[in-house]
């Protein structure tokens, strides 16, 4: 299972969230596992049999508010119930003053404590959209991902096929790269794909016969993005006489890609085959199904077979025309 460490937290989020570090440690006996957070109320109040404990604890004007009508021998057995479970994590939102139990018992506890003065509701939305960037699945695919008018091309196939050159001649033709050679694909929620580019390559991109090009500055900042959704998947092969390719369209062909499915399109190669103009067309054909609200194809096969209905009907009218 993933895990994320609060000192990983505090470190990116410090600034964004304005976090201040109230215990002694950033170490905890329980890392962060779960993107969702929890408001601990209940549990201070004594109720905690739906208290969960594996989730970051947020403690807001209700929770000190409550702890404020209490005596200072209430307040410490509040605080007690509370840390008999191992949290990850509690965090003092509107920049309240904390109990002085409150932090000596998570520096007993080992459960470290920030404070934000951030309201509650935008801090557990940033925090929360942070979190879900961190948590989510991911995976490294070997290919090239492509902005083509606006939609997701990721170029797929055997090493030397052609992938980064079709990538390039894209680029040249005003379209923008995302990611060449290794592609990481990231799914956020509502079952979207966004892929970007290793740290590490950037935008370079490796052309056999030349060898290693930097695509931003040849063809300037217009000619990159840092990440796009992965909307279709192209997959060049070499073109086999044996082989039966789709022609028509109705068979729809999809790709499961971290439990996501996308359209595939198989595109065979072959010498003087225009496959940046194939490229723009898949991209332009996927745009009018997901935008336009039809299939060019099913639309043609409709039109064919009421056209061969009239014409049977027109047959039969004829036959039994015997004036």
């Given at each position: ?9 505090f470190?990116d989020?410090?600034h ?6 109230l215990?002694e ?16 109320g209940m ?9 969960l ?8 004007q ?19 119930r509370?840390f008999?479970?191992s949290?990850p994590?509690i965090?003092?939102?509107?920049g309240l ?6 932090v ?12 934000t003065?951030?309201s509650t ?36 196939g ?28 990231t ?12 740290q ?5 991109m490796e ?8 695509v931003q ?14 909307e ?17 369209g109705?068979?729809?062909r ?40 039809y ?10 077979i ?6 049977s ?5 004829v ?5």
């Amino acid at each position: 299972m993933q895990t994320l460490s609060v000192a990983r937290l505090f470190e990116d989020q410090r600034h964004e969230l304005e976090l201040e570090q109230l215990t002694e440690s950033l170490a905890s006996r329980r890392e962060i596992a779960v993107s969702d957070i929890h408001r601990p109320g209940m549990a201070l109040m004594g109720f905690v049999e739906n208290f969960l404990p594996e989730r970051i604890q947020i403690i807001a004007q209700t929770e000190m508010t409550y702890l404020a009508t209490l005596s200072e021998e209430e307040v410490r057995a509040a605080v007690d119930r509370l840390f008999q479970f191992s949290m990850p994590l509690i965090v003092v939102c509107k920049g309240l003053e904390v109990p002085p139990c409150l932090v000596q018992r998570a520096n007993e506890c080992q459960v470290p404590v920030l404070r934000t003065p951030q309201s509650t509701t935008p801090f557990i939305h940033q925090l929360t959209l942070y979190l879900d960037h961190m948590f989510a699945p991911q995976t490294t695919v070997h290919g090239s991902l492509v902005d083509v008018y606006g939609c997701g091309l990721l170029f797929t196939g055997r090493s030397g096929i052609g992938k980064s050159e079709t990538a390039l001649d894209l680029v040249e033709r005003g379209h923008r790269l995302v990611a060449d050679d290794a592609v990481t694909i990231t799914r956020r929620h509502g079952d979207v794909l966004i892929g970007m580019g290793n740290q590490l390559l950037r935008h370079h991109m490796e052309i056999r016969g030349i060898g290693i090009i930097d695509v931003q500055s040849i063809f300037g900042v217009r000619a990159i993005r840092l990440q796009k959704r992965v909307e279709v998947e192209v997959h060049l092969k070499e073109w086999s006489r044996d082989e039966d390719y789709e022609r028509v369209g109705l068979d729809d062909r999809r790709v499961e890609l971290l439990g996501v499915e996308i359209p595939r399109v198989e595109v065979p190669i072959f010498p003087g085959k225009n496959v940046t103009v194939i490229a723009e067309v898949v991209a332009l054909n996927y745009l009018v199904k997901a935008y336009g609200g039809y299939s060019p194809a099913e639309r043609l096969n409709k039109h064919l077979i009421e056209l061969m209905k009239r014409k049977s009907a027109a047959r039969a009218w004829v036959r039994e025309d015997t004036e």
